[in-house]
């Protein structure tokens, strides 16, 4: 008498099921691994980060000018704080490098780190570019001291 096995279709089907998806995955991986080793995902992070139109998202929210705004004083009705003052010096200069046409679109941090005091960290294309950066910086109203340190892509810190 002759036996005859029959495979379980059931058991057949999920382990291929399994199988694709391992495949996948393993595949998804790879991808990913190639995509960060030549860069390709630092356009994503960058969009992820500072917005389709290049505004960080606390500032698309409010598009109000303030350049032009005035700089509390103690003197005045509203009692004034150093990081009010911080915030504000940082506003001006950011919305003069929102006006310049080519530091708009270069990653660069603005910080306030004293009174008058701004510091520039991030990158430019082009020593030309951080002289810009430093000169629009000492030019906006409330900045007294600029401490550069903007980097010039490819190259060593840029003085």
Known sequence: MRVIRRRNQ????????????MLGALAGVAVGILLADRGALAGLRRRRTTGVDGDPPAMRARRTPLADAPLPTAKGSRRSTATDDQAVLEARVLETFRNDPVLMGRPIDIGAIGTGIIELTG?????????LATTLTRGTIGVSTVLNRLMVRGNTPAA
């Open 10 to 21: 059931d058991q057949t089907r999920s382990s291929q099921r399994l199988g694709a998806v």
């Open 123 to 131: 990158w430019v294309d082009a020593p030309d570019e951080v002289r």
